[in-house]
């Protein structure tokens, strides 16, 4: 059984930072697509970041690029999302994800992937 755990949300000012983690068990996705989907309070979920398949480059939503850095440690089955100059419309609860198999145009896609995590609540408040 696939579950994926997400931990490190919590509240911070905004301009802070925090890093998410999520790990993986179950089965490796050392060559699937794990990544990072949000849904603030009377939103539509929105996508956040992954890697591409065809070469293992992060891929961001235009909103939170040059903020959020995507990283993997693959041994570890895990990704990590840094989220730097936080701003109050970064807050949401935020699912990892992970898929088998995905091409670059289903990236941002919640329903191509096949495996969510709980979310972990991320909320910037002064």
């Known amino acids: 059984q696939v579950q994926l755990e997400e931990s490190g949300g919590g509240l911070v000012q905004p301009g802070g930072s925090l890093k998410l983690s999520c790990v993986a068990s179950?089965?490796?996705?050392?060559?699937?697509?794990m990544g990072w989907f949000r849904q603030a309070p009377g939103k539509e979920r929105e996508f956040v970041g992954t890697?591409?398949?065809?070469?293992?480059?992060?891929y961001y939503a235009d909103s939170v690029k040059g903020r959020f850095i995507n990283t993997r440690d693959n041994a570890k089955n895990t990704v990590y999302l840094q989220m730097n100059d936080l701003k109050t419309e970064d807050t949401a609860v935020y699912c990892c994800?992970?898929?088998?198999?995905?091409?670059?145009?289903?990236?941002?896609?919640?329903?191509?992937?096949?495996?969510w995590g709980q979310g972990t609540q991320v909320t910037v408040s002064s």
């Open positions: 994800v992970a898929g088998t198999n995905l091409i670059t145009s289903s990236l941002r896609n919640g329903a191509a992937y096949n495996y």
């Open positions: 179950g089965r490796s996705f050392s060559s699937g697509t």
């Open positions: 890697f591409r398949r065809r070469d293992g480059r992060p």
